[in-house]
C-alpha cells in the first residue's frame, strides 16, 4: 500500500513535536465540589465527595495566546467540565502520567477539533471547510466509567452538552479534519469510543493504551483516507480498531468510503484481562430517509503485524439497538484490496467475511495454539446467531446478522499459514471455509435461525 506524501509530511511534523509548549496560568483555573461514584466492597458503590480545580478556561486561554499548551505531571487530576477544543495549528501536549479527567454528569468528549460537521442523513459535501494540522500527545484520558453503574454520568463521549453533532461519540473526537496526530495517549474507565475519527485524511494515530475501556479504541467513520493506525494495545470491552465506512446511526457522524489505511502493530488483550479483542472492517450501503443510498466500500487496506487479535470481522451486521430492519445496509457492502499479513494468534482466532470481496491477501500467519477439529482461519459467507433481549420470550429474538444475503470471494492469495513450530504451509483447503446457510426448522426451539444465503468462492 502506498501511503500519500502529505501522510509522510504529517509523520515527520509530529515527530519533530517538542514536548515544551505553552504552560497553563493556574490562575485561570476555578475551583468547584461535586460527587464522584467509585467500586467500593462487596460490589457496592462508594461516593466520594470532591473539590478540585477545573481547567478549561486555563487551557483554552494557553491554546488562544500561543496555538499549544503543555500538561505536566501532578499530583491531582486535570479536571473538565466541559470540551477542549482545538482549532487548526494547534497541539495539546501533555505527559504520559498526566491524568485528565472529566467530571460527573459532563456526557461529552474531551477533546475535539473546532469545526465538526455532521451528515447524518446526505452524503458528505466536496468542501466542509476542515480543521488542519492539530496535534494531541500523551495523558492519562478518563471519563470516569469506572465499573460503577451509572458510569458517573458520563456515557455519551457527545460533541458538547447542548445540541452535540448527531452521532459524536468519542473521548477524544476529530472530525473534518486534514492532517492530524494523535500519539502516545491511554485512555481509562470511559464508556464513549477512545479516539472517534471520521470525515478525515491524512492521519496517523500511533500509541493507544486501553485501560479497562468500555467501547472501541480507535473508530473510524467515513469518508476517511490515507491514514495509518498503530500501537494499539490494552483491554477494550469493544474493537480495539474499528473501520465503519456504514454503521448503525447512532454513533455515525458521517458515511462514506474508507480507503488507503495501514493498521500495524496491534494486539488484544494481556493475559489476565478481559477484551473483546476483535477488528472491525464494515462496508455497506447507507439508505438515507429520501430513499436515496450512498455506496460505502472499503478498500486498500493492509492490516500487518497483529497480535492476539481473536477475530477480524469483516460483515453485515444491521443495527440491534433499534427496531428490527429500520436501520441496516442495503445489500452486503464490498472489500477491494484487503491485505492482511504478519498476524500471531496464541489463541483460537479468525477471519470472518461477508461482503463482496474483491483481491484478498493473507499471508505469514502464525496459529499457536492445537487446531481443533473442522478450524478453518478464514470463513467466507453469511452468519447467523440469535440475540436473546429477553430469553423467555421468543418474540424478542433477534438475528444478528444477514443469513438471507449471498456474496462473493474473487482473487484470493494465501500464503504462508503455519502451525506453531510447524515449518510447511497448510493447504488452502485447510485454511478457507465458504459458508451456507439452511433455515433452522426447529428455530426457535434450538438456535440460530438460519438462513438462505451463501458464500460463492470463484477461484
Same mark, same amino acid.
Given at each position: 500500500?502506498? &501511503?500519500?506524501?502529505?501522510? %509522510?509530511?504529517?509523520?515527520?511534523?509530529?515527530?519533530?513535536?517538542?514536548?515544551?509548549?505553552?504552560?497553563?496560568?493556574?490562575?485561570?483555573?476555578?475551583?468547584?465540589?461535586?460527587?464522584?461514584?467509585?467500586?467500593?466492597?462487596?460490589?457496592?458503590?462508594?461516593t466520594r465527595a470532591v473539590k478540585g480545580e477545573i481547567w478549561n478556561e486555563a487551557i483554552q486561554a494557553a491554546l488562544d495566546k500561543d496555538n499549544s499548551v503543555s500538561?505536566?505531571?501532578?499530583?491531582?487530576?486535570?479536571?473538565?467540565? %466541559?470540551?477542549? &477544543?482545538?482549532?487548526?495549528?494547534?497541539?495539546?501536549?501533555?505527559?504520559?502520567? =498526566?491524568?485528565?479527567?472529566?467530571?460527573?454528569?459532563?456526557?461529552?468528549?474531551? *477533546?475535539?477539533?473546532?469545526?465538526?460537521?455532521?451528515?447524518?442523513?446526505?452524503?458528505?459535501?466536496? !468542501?466542509?471547510?476542515?480543521?488542519?494540522?492539530?496535534?494531541?500527545?500523551?495523558?492519562?484520558?478518563?471519563?470516569?466509567?469506572?465499573?460503577?453503574?451509572?458510569?458517573?454520568?458520563?456515557?455519551?463521549?457527545?460533541?458538547?452538552?447542548?445540541?452535540?453533532?448527531?452521532?459524536?461519540?468519542?473521548?477524544?473526537?476529530?472530525?473534518?479534519?486534514?492532517? =492530524?496526530?494523535?500519539?502516545?495517549?491511554?485512555?481509562?474507565?470511559?464508556?464513549?469510543?477512545?479516539?472517534?475519527?471520521?470525515?478525515?485524511? !491524512?492521519?496517523?494515530?500511533?500509541? *493507544?493504551?486501553?485501560?479497562?475501556?468500555?467501547?472501541?479504541?480507535?473508530?473510524?467513520?467515513?469518508? =476517511?483516507?490515507?491514514?495509518?493506525?498503530?500501537?494499539?494495545?490494552?483491554?477494550?470491552?469493544?474493537?480495539?480498531?474499528?473501520?465503519?465506512a456504514w454503521d448503525w446511526k447512532q454513533y455515525s457522524v458521517t458515511f462514506g468510503p474508507i480507503h488507503h489505511i495501514t493498521i500495524e502493530h496491534v494486539s488484544g488483550?494481556?493475559?489476565?484481562?478481559?477484551?473483546?479483542?476483535?477488528?472491525?472492517?464494515?462496508?455497506?450501503?447507507?439508505?438515507?430517509?429520501?430513499?436515496?443510498?450512498?455506496?460505502?466500500? /472499503?478498500?486498500?487496506?493492509?492490516?500487518?503485524? /497483529?497480535? !492476539?487479535? %481473536?477475530?477480524?470481522?469483516?460483515?453485515?451486521?444491521?443495527?440491534?439497538?433499534?427496531?428490527?430492519?429500520?436501520?441496516?445496509? &442495503?445489500?452486503?457492502?464490498?472489500?477491494?484490496?484487503?491485505?492482511?499479513?504478519?498476524?500471531?494468534?496464541?489463541?483460537?482466532?479468525? /477471519?470472518? +467475511?461477508?461482503?463482496?470481496?474483491?483481491?484478498?491477501?493473507?499471508?505469514?500467519?502464525?496459529?499457536?495454539?492445537?487446531?481443533?477439529?473442522?478450524?478453518?482461519?478464514?470463513?467466507?459467507?453469511?452468519?447467523?446467531?440469535?440475540?436473546?433481549?429477553?430469553?423467555?420470550?421468543?418474540?424478542?429474538?433477534?438475528? +444478528?446478522?444477514?443469513?438471507?444475503?449471498?456474496?462473493?470471494?474473487?482473487?484470493?492469495?494465501?500464503?504462508?499459514?503455519?502451525?506453531?513450530?510447524?515449518?510447511?504451509?497448510?493447504? +488452502?483447503?485447510?485454511?478457507?471455509?465458504?459458508?451456507?446457510?439452511?433455515?433452522?426448522?426447529?428455530?426457535?426451539?434450538?438456535?440460530?435461525?438460519?438462513?438462505?444465503?451463501?458464500?460463492?468462492?470463484?477461484?
Amino acid at each position: 500500500m502506498k &501511503v500519500s506524501l502529505l501522510v %509522510r509530511s504529517a509523520l515527520l511534523f509530529s515527530a519533530c513535536l517538542e514536548l515544551q509548549s505553552a504552560p497553563v496560568d493556574t490562575a485561570q483555573t476555578r475551583v468547584a465540589t461535586w460527587t464522584e461514584s467509585w467500586p467500593g466492597a462487596a460490589a457496592k458503590t462508594e461516593t466520594r465527595a470532591v473539590k478540585g480545580e477545573i481547567w478549561n478556561e486555563a487551557i483554552q486561554a494557553a491554546l488562544d495566546k500561543d496555538n499549544s499548551v503543555s500538561l505536566p505531571k501532578r499530583d491531582q487530576p486535570y479536571y473538565l467540565d %466541559r470540551p477542549i &477544543v482545538l482549532k487548526s495549528g494547534q497541539k495539546l501536549i501533555a505527559a504520559a502520567d =498526566a491524568e485528565i479527567r472529566l467530571i460527573p454528569g459532563t456526557n461529552t468528549c474531551m *477533546v475535539r477539533n473546532e469545526h465538526i460537521v455532521g451528515f447524518a442523513d446526505k452524503p458528505v459535501p466536496e !468542501d466542509t471547510k476542515p480543521d488542519t494540522n492539530i496535534t494531541i500527545e500523551g495523558g492519562i484520558w478518563t471519563t470516569l466509567a469506572n465499573g460503577t453503574k451509572d458510569y458517573n454520568g458520563n456515557q455519551r463521549g457527545a460533541s458538547s452538552r447542548t445540541q452535540p453533532v448527531p452521532g459524536t461519540h468519542g473521548v477524544i473526537l476529530l472530525h473534518n479534519v486534514r492532517q =492530524a496526530s494523535v500519539r502516545n495517549v491511554t485512555v481509562r474507565d470511559s464508556r464513549a469510543f477512545a479516539v472517534h475519527l471520521g470525515n478525515i485524511r !491524512d492521519f496517523t494515530v500511533d500509541g *493507544v493504551t486501553l485501560d479497562h475501556h468500555g467501547r472501541d479504541g480507535v473508530h473510524l467513520d467515513g469518508p =476517511a483516507s490515507e491514514g495509518v493506525i498503530r500501537n494499539v494495545s490494552g483491554d477494550s470491552h469493544d474493537d480495539p480498531v474499528s473501520l465503519t465506512a456504514w454503521d448503525w446511526k447512532q454513533y455515525s457522524v458521517t458515511f462514506g468510503p474508507i480507503h488507503h489505511i495501514t493498521i500495524e502493530h496491534v494486539s488484544g488483550a494481556p493475559a489476565g484481562k478481559r477484551g473483546t479483542d476483535a477488528i472491525r472492517l464494515l462496508p455497506g450501503i447507507k439508505r438515507f430517509s429520501n430513499g436515496s443510498t450512498l455506496e460505502c466500500p /472499503i478498500h486498500d487496506i493492509t492490516m500487518r503485524d /497483529i497480535t !492476539d487479535i %481473536r477475530d477480524f470481522k469483516l460483515y453485515d451486521q444491521p443495527n440491534l439497538e433499534v427496531a428490527s430492519g429500520s436501520d441496516a445496509s &442495503v445489500g452486503v457492502g464490498s472489500l477491494q484490496n484487503i491485505v492482511f499479513e504478519k498476524l500471531t494468534f496464541n489463541r483460537i482466532g479468525s /477471519i470472518q +467475511i461477508h461482503a463482496d470481496t474483491d483481491r484478498l491477501t493473507v499471508r505469514d500467519v502464525k496459529l499457536n495454539f492445537p487446531l481443533p477439529a473442522g478450524y478453518r482461519l478464514i470463513e467466507f459467507g453469511p452468519r447467523s446467531a440469535t440475540y436473546k433481549s429477553k430469553a423467555d420470550d421468543t418474540t424478542k429474538w433477534r438475528e +444478528i446478522f444477514s443469513p438471507d444475503l449471498d456474496c462473493t470471494l474473487r482473487n484470493l492469495s494465501v500464503a504462508g499459514v503455519r502451525i506453531k513450530d510447524e515449518s510447511t504451509e497448510l493447504p +488452502i483447503e485447510e485454511v478457507v471455509r465458504v459458508i451456507e446457510q439452511k433455515p433452522n426448522a426447529d428455530y426457535p426451539k434450538s438456535t440460530p435461525k438460519g438462513g438462505t444465503g451463501k458464500g460463492v468462492w470463484v477461484r
